[in-house]
């Protein structure tokens, strides 16, 4: 199973919220659930847990893996 780095303080992709807003280290590019993606034709609505193995950074294609989760107030 994959983790995402400031998930939850108990860390995990169980612990991520499904509203919660990743961003994106190289180019800060943010994925919102409540937007989804039109470039990978995410629809509105995916929590970044449930993406496909294979999304990517649609601005750099950077891994999942380098995304961190932002503050609830941002």
Do not use: S
Not at 4 to 27: T, V
Not at 38 to 65: N, S, V
Request: with cysteine.
């Amino acid at each position: 199973m994959k983790t995402f780095e400031n998930a939850c303080p108990g860390g995990g992709n169980d612990a991520l919220p499904e509203d919660a807003r990743m961003e994106c280290k190289i180019c800060w590019y943010v994925y919102d659930p409540a937007r989804g993606d039109d470039y990978w034709q995410i629809p509105p609505g995916t929590p970044f847990a449930r993406l496909p193995d294979h999304w990517r950074c649609p601005e750099c294609d950077g891994d999942r893996e380098g995304f961190m989760r932002l503050p609830d107030d941002q």
